[in-house]
């Protein structure tokens, strides 16, 4: 892979020369990878990965799991050669591609350029890895298959209160984007216009905040019968991924779950994001109402 080699033996990526050590992929990871490398240049469909790396059955929320792979794919090619993490390419609409050069790209211009670019690497590396790990295991931890219970709960719709998404990772950026993703997380919601469902926003829900009894109290005092919550996971760069849960209350199990990458070329960016997430719920909510 241009500067970098693959060891499908033991799922190791490795630098030419060794200067910057090497990475142990996950098995899902180092499978996802393998795959790029046998249709080099070609688009795989997202379809066809997802088929291929969950080929043993197991029910998870599939294109979720496939986000959190490419992120840490991604960042852990970055952390052996800067730059590398562009050639997993997204083809909006279509699916991945691995493109890559031949030869060693060009060195930095001076040793302080060098040092930056290193530096920056292992952040993303440290950042990425953390990401993809979260995500992971909450996928492996909420089971798809809905009880009977909570299909009925969908179908009657109810009060639903859209708390601010947890900002985590390294941006630094001023902008709030656990406001950003609540605010259009919400603003999808309602534009779906679900029969019998009601929306609470911001200015509902930011009094009851700081209670340790938050659901509860959420329940008791305004009749609220799901919840949706979330986490906005991103780089310095603002790359990274955004996950959204609803909740039923008062019982606070997580009845669905979704996430999705943001930032990267050819990703939307965080408001974008909660918007698809937000269309996603409803696509659910709508089958659900429908008996489907």
């Known amino acids: 892979m241009g500067v970098l080699v693959f060891n499908a033996a033991d799922g190791r990526l490795t630098r030419r020369g060794g200067e910057q050590g090497s990475v142990a ?16 240049e070609q688009v795989i469909s997202r379809e066809s990965l997802i088929s291929a790396i ?23 090619m970055e952390g052996l050669a800067p730059g590398s993490g562009k050639w997993v390419e997204t083809i909006p609409r279509r699916g991945l591609r691995l493109s890559f050069p031949e ?19 292992i952040r993303y590396w440290v950042v990425g890895t953390m990401s993809a790990l979260m995500v992971a295991a909450l996928l492996f931890t ?18 639903v209160a859209i ?38 926003g911001r200015a509902s829900v930011q ?32 790359r990274g991924v955004l996950e959204a849960r609803l909740l039923n209350v008062p019982g606070g199990h997580v009845v669905w779950s979704d996430a999705r990458s943001v930032g990267d070329e050819g990703q939307p960016g965080v408001g974008e994001g909660a918007g698809e997430l937000a269309d996603r719920l409803a696509s659910v909510w709508r089958s659900a109402m429908r008996g489907n």
Request: charged content about 20%; proline content about 4%.
């Open 25 to 40: 992929l996950r098995p899902q990871a180092a499978m996802l990878l393998q795959l790029l490398l046998s249709q080099r």
């Open 54 to 76: 969950w080929h043993d059955g197991r029910v998870v929320d599939y294109e979720a799991g496939l986000a959190a792979l490419i992120s840490e794919l991604r960042s852990a």
């Open 103 to 121: 030869t060693d790209p060009p060195d930095q211009d001076s040793v302080g350029g060098e040092h930056k670019a290193r530096h920056q690497a």
């Open 142 to 159: 909420i089971n798809w298959q809905k009880p009977t219970s909570v299909v009925a709960g969908l179908q009657a719709g109810g009060t």
């Open 163 to 200: 708390l601010p998404f947890q900002s985590l990772g390294a941006s630094e950026s001023e902008a709030r984007f656990d406001l950003i993703a609540a605010d259009r997380f919400l603003g999808s919601l309602w534009s779906a216009q679900l029969e019998g469902v009601s929306i609470l």
């Open 207 to 238: 009094p009851y905040a700081s209670r340790d009894d938050l659901v509860a109290a959420l329940a008791a005092d305004l009749s609220v019968d799901w919840i949706v919550e979330g986490s906005v996971t991103l780089d310095a760069d603002h």
